[in-house]
């Protein structure tokens, strides 16, 4: 070893000296056989890098988030969530600098499905719930009613304007609270709620109605989009009727009357 050189110094001048007798191609070989795995390594952190600071730098809070449950989406109705929340920004007046809206059709759960894709979804819920980040969730019978078990939507006489209320109450989905869980009800307890025969859109034949939700399944944009058009099957019945499209607005929103701003911009009886 030559005097003041360490072991590295040593190895990259026997390597500087290796290269300069190779030729273009020699070199290339050489920096791949030696370098690749490095070179990877590095590319890779550049772009999660870049990656970080892209969204970093453009992220926006949720104006408005839409979580439709089950949607069933079809060819058809490729591109429908993106042009409706363009369009419903515009329409509620959200600013598109400072916030993004969201119509998320991509959420599928079901209690029969143990599946990592559907609990992923389920732990997506779960965590938007508690921040109250959903304004607003669309869904069918079944999953809506279980959420509805649990509390989850706001009563629509403490957010509908008098007019409002005379305006959807021909609309309106009703849960009959008497079939609520008891106190000592575990949360992982699975309840078949099928078994019953519920009238969702007559009060008159529940111990305790409440109003929780607006029914879609006809007269609006929605009914008119091939989504939930699965629920067109004779099969999907529930609790005795034919299973229908609710619009509920969580107790933990925020904003409420966003959600009744997007039922006119669906056009909900007009």
Known sequence: MAVGK?????????????????????????FWDYYK????VTVALVIAAASFIYQYATYKDYGFYAAFLNAGVSDVSQGLPEQWAAEFQEYAGIDP?????????????????????TMANQQ????????????TIVAETQTFEQYAQVEYFSPLEDILSPEQLEKYRPYFYYTDMATFPAD?????????????T??????STMEQPAAVGIILTKDNALADSRLYAYLQD??????????????GIPVSSSQPELAVKFLEYLQLGE
């Open 37 to 40: 795995i490095p070179a990877f």
């Open 97 to 117: 600098k400072e916030y993004e809206v969201y119509i998320d059709t991509s959420m599928s759960l079901s209690t029969a499905d143990i599946s990592q894709y």
């Open 198 to 203: 519920i009238d969702h859109t007559d009060p």
């Open 184 to 196: 000592d009800f575990a949360p992982d307890e699975v309840r078949d709620l099928s078994t019953l």
């Open 234 to 247: 004779d099969k999907y019945d529930y609790q005795g009727h034919p299973a229908e499209v609710i619009l």
């Open 6 to 30: 360490s072991v590295g110094d040593e190895i990259r001048e026997e390597r500087r000296k290796a290269m300069s007798r190779m030729n273009g191609k020699e070199k290339f070989a050489y």
């Open 124 to 135: 997506k819920m779960v965590a938007m719930m508690q921040t109250g980040s959903i304004h």
